[in-house]
């Protein structure tokens, strides 16, 4: 029995029973592959045949060919706009007046709410902060493309989803604030939001979990036949992340009608995409898992608006799973617990800050469009610094949860020895009060 024989029924069983006299065993090699003698009766079955294999149907071919690691190119990137805010002809007419100034006002109030926010933090008034800075058009276009009934289960960089959707200042603030009005009743750290009534998910810390998560919420979605599907976020760094893989895989199989949008700002907090993976970005492996993906320019709302719209239509009417991967730049650190200028250049930051800005090329737009001018900017922008400033005021003096509210929620009756810990926690709080927050009830 020759190697071949000997590897072909060691490694493809099925090959053998099924099709063991049309294996053929080359007579002649060279440089290029094996080559059949002329003679070989068989040569024209094994080059043309088809096997239906366990694992997939395939042809055969004499030509050992590994799969090259990178494409010859990269996949590119689908834009509108350019860099002046001039459109590309056939989508002129892709949101209305109406919307356009919509997003553009959104896409303002979440730049003031985010640098406003981010100095309260500065200033000792919060605890912690993250803004989306260089990222407002992936937060508005993506949203100004969705149903309020699509299903968000963002990652912590989403907030502009919520803006859209009727979330208000106020309601940020207390968030942030940890007041007995947020929703979380004060147990969440600042920015993460969370809303039944705007199907959105509340924010979780650790990453990736989300993306699991969505891909069960859509193909419940699909079993109750509604007429939505869930968009979920993650960045470059969450899709190193176990969770990720398995979330692309599981949506493929059960063709669950879930949107993945993937922030690829090249940074995962000061690690950069070079570290990370060698591929071609993220939209490539859309295609390994079986799944139609598109790379959009994340700084181009219209663009971002496009993409997401078609996915998600194809989402819902298909019943399949989109990757869209939105290329981008982190302007602002990535939180106030990080200082990045100490891994990328400042001189990089400031041009994308303002050569990149996904609001300035957006204005560009409407602006030349008519539906925009000077003196809307100005009021606009006044008039919401006011609007969070106060949102911000207002939050400072509403009393917080109580300590209880640290132990409600989970059992009907509590347990003897969540009781335990409460009284615990109350007679320390008595005990040593310079120890804990003086704004807490008890």
């Known amino acids: 029995m020759t190697f071949f024989h000997v590897a072909v029924r060691r490694h493809f069983p099925a090959l053998l029973l099924r099709q063991t006299s049309r294996i053929f065993i080359p007579r002649r090699w060279n440089s290029g592959g094996a080559q059949a003698d002329p003679s070989c009766k068989y040569e024209e079955s094994f080059t043309q045949g088809i096997m239906e294999f366990p694992g997939g149907k395939v042809a055969f071919t004499p030509e050992m060919r ?18 002046n805010g001039f459109p590309h002809r056939g989508f002129h007419d892709l949101v209305s007046k109406e919307e356009a100034i919509k997003m553009y006002k959104n896409m303002v109030t979440l730049q003031t709410m985010d640098a406003i926010f ?10 912690f902060y993250l803004t989306s800075s260089g990222e407002e058009a992936i937060n508005i276009g993506s949203a100004a493309a969705m149903s309020s009934e699509d299903v968000v289960l963002p990652q912590y960089r989403e907030q502009g989803i919520l803006l859209w959707r009727g979330f208000t200042l106020r309601e940020f603030a207390n968030q942030c604030f940890g007041n007995k009005e947020d929703y979380g009743k004060g147990r969440q750290m600042p920015i993460h939001y969370g809303s039944k009534k705007l199907n959105y998910f509340t924010v979780s810390s650790p990453i990736a979990t989300q993306l699991p998560q969505a891909v069960g919420v859509a193909y419940s979605l699909k079993m109750d036949g509604k007429d939505a599907c869930v968009v979920t976020y993650f960045g470059d760094g969450a899709s190193s992340e176990g969770d990720c893989h398995a979330s692309l895989n599981f949506a493929a199989v059960l063709e669950a009608p879930v949107v993945f949008i993937c922030r690829n700002n090249g940074w995962a907090i000061s690690t950069p995409i070079e570290q990370q993976f060698r591929s071609d970005g993220i939209v490539v492996r859309g295609q390994a898992y079986g799944i139609l993906s598109i790379r959009v320019d994340g700084n181009d709302a219209l663009a971002v608006y496009a993409a997401v719209s078609s996915a998600r239509e194809m989402a819902i009417k298909e019943q399949k799973p989109i990757l869209v991967e939105v290329m981008s730049y982190r302007v602002g650190h990535h939180s106030t617990s990080d200082d990045s200028t100490k891994y990328r250049p400042v001189n990089e930051i400031e041009h994308w800050k303002i050569a990149g800005s996904p609001i300035a090329r957006f204005r560009k737009w409407v602006e030349r469009s008519g539906w925009w001018s000077d003196d809307e900017e100005s009021k606009h922008r006044n008039s919401i610094r006011k609007e969070v400033l106060q949102a911000i005021q207002e939050a400072e003096k509403i009393e917080k949860p109580t300590i209880s509210n640290l132990f409600a929620d989970v059992y009907d009756l509590p347990p003897k020895n969540l009781q335990d810990q409460e009284r615990f926690v109350r007679k320390d709080v008595m005990k040593h009060p310079q120890d804990y927050p003086n704004d807490v009830p008890l």
């Open 66 to 83: 590994f799969i090259a690691e990178y494409p010859d190119e990269r996949i590119p990137c689908f834009r509108v706009l350019d860099d």
């Open 118 to 127: 981010f100095e309260a933090q500065r200033q000792g008034r919060l605890s």
